[in-house]
Each structure stands twice: as structure tokens, then as C-alpha cells.
């Protein structure tokens, strides 16, 4: 890359991989890298340790599929959580969106949405483990909070289809979110009306 010529080889190499990460441009990147610079060591030193920790420590709940920490995140082990109320949601990410308002349920995560033209279906999604969790039978409700992306409507219809033989109450979040809105980008205000205001659907017809 010839903007980093004449940049010492470690500050050139610590915007290359900075530069690689989302949102980041090369601008962004060196500002970084040179912020990192004129700080105290031990910062840098606790960042790195941090970088580090994330790898460790954060992993999946393997029961919601959100961010964990142990083998079951902090919403799936607080008993003061209505764990029947199940709000479906594509990305580890909307569970923190969600958690900054009041819901007081619980989540389970897919990990992306249907989609075909990116060869994305069931099976590359956890619905095993929502089967599971549904045919256990303590679940009552499921709200929809997939992304209002084309791709999005379709994955919370097939999942309204998918469990339509059993007795769940299914509700979709309001359309407080904006069409082709991921969850990522709404505030805390938007977030909790569009949970608050879900519209309840029609039993839908199973998939037979
Ligand atoms: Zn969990």
C-alpha cells in the first residue's frame, strides 16, 4: 500500500489490519494506530489484554445462541426472566439492542435469516435447538424481531409456519422499525414501541 511508505513497519502494519476491520477506512485507521501510540504502554497493554479475553471468554449460550460467557448467557439463568415469552431475533448483537429496554423475556437467537439466493436455509440456522426449546413445551409465546428486510418477512413467516401446530401465541414487533431495518440501528425508544406495540398473527398454516 503506498500511503504507508515510509511509516515505520509496525504503525504501517498495525493500520493495515485496523483498516480491515467494518466502518474503518484508512483515515480511521491511522488516527487509531497513532492514538494508540502516544498513549501509556500499560493502556495499550490492557487493550491487547482485552482483545485477547474476548476470544477467551465470550462465546455462545448454548441455549439462546446469545453471547455467553459460561455455558448459558445472563437472561437464560435469571429465573426473574419470563422464559416462555421468546422473543427470535437474527444477530447475537439484537439481544443487546433489545436488552437496553424493558423486555422482560427471554431470546433465542438464529444467526442470520433465510435466505436462498445466499444459500441460507433451515439448516444453516439454529432452528434444532429452538424444536427443542418448543418441544419442551415451556415456551408460549414467540416474537418475531427478524429484520424488516425482505429476507427478514420471510424468515418470521416460515417460522410462524414451522411451529403453527403447536399452541404458541406468535406476534411480529411493530413497524415502529423501519423497512429494511436491522435491529442494530434503532434506538432504545424505537426498539421498546416496536416490542411493546407487536402485532399478534393469524395462526399461520403449518408446512406440511
Ligand atoms: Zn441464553
Redesign the pocket.
Known sequence: MHHLAGMPEPLARLVEQLSAYQGVGPKTAMRLALNMLEQQESEVQSLAASLQELHQQVHF?Q??G?F?TDV??N??DNVKRQQAVVCIVEQPVDVLMLERGHFQGS?HVLHGRLSPVDGVGPEELRFKALDKRIAVGDIKELILATSATVDGEATAHFIARRYAHHELQVSRIARGVPEGGELEYLDEYTLSRALEQRVMWERASPIV
Open positions: 449460550c441455549r439462546c446469545g455467553a448459558h448467557c437472561v437464560c431470546y
